[in-house]
C-alpha cells in the first residue's frame, strides 16, 4: 500500500527526552568558559535552538570566546552529553508506542543536532529499528531549524512533496520550520501552560494522540496517482 503521508519527526524532546539532560550538561559545561548559563534559561529560551545561535547570544551578553575556547567547550559538552544519554536517555512517553501504531507509514528524523548524537540517542532507547538510516542532521545538510530547508530537504530525500508530509515537533524553532515549508505540522506541546501553539500547526498533549491524528490527516489526502 502506498501510504499518502510521510511523517518527519523531531528528536530531542519528540522522540527521546533528552532535553533537560543537555540543559543540564550546558549548565555544567558553560559556565567554566566564560558564559553563565543556567538549565532554566535553555528550558525557557533556547530549546531546540542551534548549539552556535545559543552560544552567540550568550557571546553578545557575556564576551566573546576565541576558536579554540570554544572547541574546546563544544567538545567538553558533547563528550558529557553524550555520556550522560548512553546512561540516562528515554523515550518520550508513549512514543515508541505510537511509533508501533505508525508502523506502515514512511518516517524520518529531522534534527538540529548532529547525526552522532541522533544515532545515540536513536540506540540508547531502542528507537532506532524504527527508523533505520532514514536520519536527516542540521549539520550533515548544512542548514537550521527554523529554516524550513532542512524539512524540504529531508522530504526531497524521502520522495514526498510538502504537502504530503507532516512533521511532528515539540519546539517552536521546528513547528515554524514545518509550516514555512508547508507542510501539515504537528505540535507535540508538553508544556501547554507554559507554550502555545502556532497558527496553522495540530496541538497534541501525549505522543497517544498520534495515530488517531495522522489517520485523520491520511485521510484528508489523495492518494498519489
Same mark, same amino acid.
Given at each position: $500500500?502506498?501510504? @499518502? ?8 524532546? =519528540? ?65 558529557? $552529553? ?13 512514543? @515508541? ?42 549539520? =550533515? ?50 508544556? @501547554?501552560?507554559?507554550? =502555545? ?9 501525549? @505522543?497517544?494522540?498520534?495515530?488517531? $491524528? ?12
Amino acid at each position: $500500500m502506498t501510504f @499518502p503521508l510521510c511523517l518527519l519527526f523531531d528528536s530531542d524532546g =519528540t522522540l527521546v527526552d533528552s532535553e533537560i539532560l543537555l540543559a543540564q550538561v550546558m549548565a555544567e559545561t558553560l559556565p567554566h568558559f566564560g558564559l553563565p548559563f543556567t538549565a532554566r534559561q535553555y528550558m525557557e529560551e533556547f530549546r531546540g535552538v542551534r548549539f552556535l545561535a545559543i552560544v552567540q547570544q550568550l557571546e553578545t551578553r557575556h564576551g566573546a570566546l576565541d576558536d579554540v575556547r570554544f572547541q574546546a567547550m563544544e567538545d567538553a559538552m558533547r563528550a558529557r $552529553m553524550e555520556d550522560r544519554m548512553r546512561e540516562e536517555l528515554v523515550a518520550i512517553d508513549g512514543m @515508541p508506542a505510537a511509533l508501533e501504531a505508525l508502523a506502515a507509514y514512511p518516517r524520518a528524523v529531522v534534527s538540529n543536532g548532529p547525526e552522532r548524537k541522533i544515532r545515540c540517542a536513536m540506540a540508547s532507547t531502542g528507537l532506532a529499528p524504527h527508523f533505520g538510516e532514514r536520519l536527516f542532521s542540521a549539520y =550533515t545538510l548544512g542548514v537550521w531549524k527554523p529554516d524550513p530547508a532542512l524539512y524540504l530537504k529531508a522530504a526531497e530525500a524521502m520522495g514526498y512533496a510538502p504537502e504530503r508530509c507532516v512533521v511532528i515537533d515539540d519546539a517552536a524553532v521546528g513547528v515554524a520550520a514545518g509550516l514555512a515549508a508547508g507542510m501539515r505540522v504537528v505540535h507535540l506541546n508538553r508544556f @501547554p501552560d507554559e507554550e =502555545t501553539t502556532p497558527e496553522g500547526a495540530i496541538a497534541i498533549g501525549h @505522543p497517544g494522540e498520534l495515530p488517531a $491524528m495522522i489517520a485523520e490527516l491520511a485521510a484528508k489526502v489523495p492518494q498519489p496517482v
